[in-house]
């Protein structure tokens, strides 16, 4: 899957979904870019339910804290261990390396958007 | 990109080919980073960075008694300040609460000039101005006029030598020899292109390193020539790294460690207070016999794990009682754990003591260590 069948949200998180009904979560590299130095990545636990919206983690920068909000409703089924001794990977590989975690969906996704609508919607 | 609402360093199309991400800070547009915060940092730590610090406020104090008008102004003794040789002194008020931290250069001409924070640039000036008024003495307002360069870092002493001595870069009234025996704190004064400069070893990262002030028209050419500099070229630092840098060092700053409600002594500052010095002076008879034993003081705290406490978090003692506010915080890029500041009562404030900080609704533990957090080999 390459960043351009990736779904968007307006909180600048990416989606990928596998067609199963599992779907990997990530934030983009506009929001990494604006974020700065990423230092630690809070993320819920294997087994969480999160709703689309809501507030699940946290991503903090050398000068900031952010909310990370679901942007799909279901259950967490892992989540990128690697980040919290390297979550500089979040900054250097957003769409790779960097993910953050696995949803197993209870919804279809809604509201996100394409590739093309998400980079009208950073390019102020 | 330029918002014409704020004022802007001469070396704003600088930044902007450099590709800065900006931060407004005091009424400036200022770089808040180029690259990366720790990139940026570690270079200072390790090699150098190079900062521009234009929107300071540069204040020359002149005349006959300009020196006991500081005296009056001021908390330190500035009259007995060598040529050369700056100070680190504050501006008070009447009750002793500080309105500024600022250094004064005694500039080889015997002028004075007081480099001042941009956010409290204007409050500086007046109060100088009013302070002043019946001495002989002169205020001159110089910031617009004024960049400031800043080299940190321990290549530094490197880099301001070969980029003054660069023969295609014009020519400099500062060689090498005068850059290397140049101590810490004093300065001196020289040309480069022909157009003034004083270059002074002073800074606010915990390294060593050189301030530069320069006309503003000359800022590009000293930037790009100090930038230049074969095989240990400055990285290009911005303001964000410079926050976590002083962290680190341990260093006030004005709004977050200082405020008019922070006596000197609290800050652990109450050295740069000259009651020995003859005369009145603006806080004296505040702080003067003054019992501040039962004030609460600034203390490092050192955490573990990743997550920052930062300013406005709430410092709880052992038992869970709310006992401070951090002032300032950050994961130290040098440390590897969270470091940060804050005012404690007294008998919270001794090293070792065990404390937790309320990080956004989770208590995380935090240790009272001494400050400087860092300090250089």
């Not at chain 1, 998400?118 to 102020?124: E, R, S, W």
């Amino acid at each position: 899957m390459t960043i351009e069948d990736l779904l968007y949200s307006a909180e600048h998180e990416w989606l990928a979904t596998d067609g199963s009904g599992s779907a990997t979560v990530g934030i983009t590299d506009f929001a990494t870019q604006e974020l700065g130095d990423i230092v630690f990545v809070q993320l819920p636990e294997v087994g969480t339910e999160v709703t689309a919206g809501a507030v699940i983690g946290e991503v903090e920068s050398t000068k900031s804290v952010s909310d990370l909000f679901s942007p799909v409703s279901g259950t967490v089924t892992e989540i990128n261990e690697a980040l919290s001794d390297s979550p500089e990977l979040v900054n250097t590989d957003p769409f790779s390396q960097g993910w953050l975690m696995k949803i197993s969906l209870s919804a279809e996704p809604a509201g996100l958007l394409n590739r093309q609508d998400y980079l009208a919607l950073t390019a102020d | 990109m330029t918002d014409e609402s704020l004022r802007h360093s001469p070396l704003q199309s600088v930044h902007e080919a450099l590709g800065a991400t900006f931060i407004t800070f005091a009424g400036w547009q200022m770089p808040a980073r180029y690259t990366s915060d720790l990139a940026e940092h570690r270079a200072v730590r390790t090699g150098a960075g190079i900062f521009d610090l234009s929107h300071m406020g540069e204040i020359r104090i002149r005349g006959a008694q300009a020196g006991d008008a500081l005296d009056y102004s001021l908390a330190g003794k500035l009259s007995g300040l060598a040529i050369g040789r700056a100070k680190y002194t504050l501006l008070l008020n009447e009750e002793g609460g500080i309105l500024d931290d600022l250094v004064v250069y005694r500039l080889p001409d015997g002028d004075y000039l007081a480099v001042v924070n941009a956010a409290n640039a204007q409050l500086d000036l007046a109060a100088l101005v009013d302070r002043t008024r019946r001495f002989d003495a002169e205020v001159i307002d110089e910031t617009a006029g004024t960049a400031l360069i800043a080299v940190q870092g321990p290549g530094s002493e490197a880099i301001v030598a070969a980029a003054l001595a660069h023969p295609d870069s014009g020519s400099s009234s500062v060689g090498p020899e005068e850059i290397g025996s140049l101590g810490y704190y004093r300065c001196r004064a020289g040309t480069f292109e022909g157009d003034p400069l004083l270059i002074a070893r002073t800074g606010y990262t915990g390294e060593d390193g050189f301030e530069l002030y320069v006309p503003s028209s000359s800022a590009q050419r000293l930037w790009q020539t100090l930038s230049d500099v074969a095989g240990v070229a400055p990285l290009p630092c911005g303001l964000a790294c410079r926050d976590t840098l002083r962290l680190e060092a341990g260093m006030p700053l004005y709004g977050h460690e200082l405020t008019t409600a922070t006596r000197p002594a609290q800050a652990g500052l109450g050295r740069v207070v000259s009651f020995a010095k003859p005369g009145d002076f603006v806080g004296r008879a505040a702080l003067e016999g003054r019992d501040g034993s039962g004030d609460p003081v600034l203390v490092g705290l050192a955490g573990q794990g990743r997550r920052a406490a930062r300013a406005g978090y709430a410092v709880l003692s052992a038992a869970g009682d709310a006992i401070g506010e951090v002032t300032s915080g950050a994961l130290s890029p040098t440390l590897g754990h969270p470091v940060a500041m804050a005012y404690l009562a007294p008998e919270f404030s001794d090293p070792g003591t065990r404390l937790a900080v309320d990080v956004r609704g989770t208590s995380l533990p935090f240790t009272v260590v001494p400050l400087p957090f860092y300090t250089r080999s």
